[in-house]
């Protein structure tokens, strides 16, 4: 059974997505563009709940990625819109990026969508999406010399 508060992250999760979207579609409005963010950060940590949200997003591994995404939001918030979103699809694909091809797989069972997940050069994109050079250097290097 899914808990209330994973319920109501999940619905401040997909405002703060349309948000995101209708910031975008307004040419980089920078009032809907941070009321997005705050939305999108407030759904992820109801979701995920407070002590996961933190571990994820102090990883040092990441952090590339955690300093793009609030260094993003930041400038969304001093409206520089444009810049800002670009610099925080950076550190969204950075710190997100291997679940892309996770969400595509479940996708593909989906019945409108799951077609156009099938075509073979979308396929292809979404399973190259995930994997970086960081991530096939590491799995590079696991690998023992024999």
């Known amino acids: 059974m899914v808990s209330d508060n994973t319920k109501i992250g999940t619905g401040l999760l997909f405002l703060g997505c349309v948000f995101l979207f209708l910031g975008v579609i307004f040419l980089f409005d920078s009032a809907l563009l941070a009321l997005g963010d705050v939305l999108f950060l407030a759904g992820l940590t109801m979701t995920i709940g407070v002590s996961r949200t933190i571990r994820f997003f102090s990883r040092k591994d990441r952090l590339r990625g955690i300093v793009a995404f609030f260094g993003g939001i930041f400038l969304v918030m001093c409206r520089w819109g444009l810049i800002g979103m670009i610099i925080q699809l ?42 970086s050079a960081r991530s096939v250097a590491r799995s590079n290097s696991m690998i023992s010399p024999v």
């Open 90 to 131: 950076y550190g969204i694909v950075y710190l997100f990026g291997q679940f892309f091809p996770i969400a595509a797989q479940s996708l593909r069972n989906a019945p409108v969508i799951g077609q156009i997940f099938q075509i073979p050069a979308v396929e292809r994109f979404f399973n190259n999406f995930g994997t």
